[in-house]
């Protein structure tokens, strides 16, 4: 796989949406909704952050890379 080159910031988001799972086990359904909130947040800042430093298109497929790369993570760790 090719280096990413991670900056800081995208690193921690990522560790942080990694970090927020709703589907963790024996949780209550208001703290999965509260999870879920928040890891929506920091997608969202995570996209932000990739909006203010590259082009649109670059954002975009950038922001595309680093949830492909989540989905691999989470199911791995499943």
Known sequence: MKHLNLSTTEFVC?????????HAS?????????????RESVQSALYSH??????PM???????????LLSIFLKLGH
Not at 50 to 55: A, I
């Open 50 to 55: 990739l909006s203010q430093h590259l082009s």
């Open 58 to 68: 670059d954002a975009i497929a950038r922001f595309g890379k680093l949830l492909m």
């Open 14 to 22: 990522l560790k942080a949406i990694i970090a927020l799972d709703p």
């Open 26 to 38: 024996q949780i209550s359904a208001h703290t999965a909704q509260m999870l879920t909130t928040a």
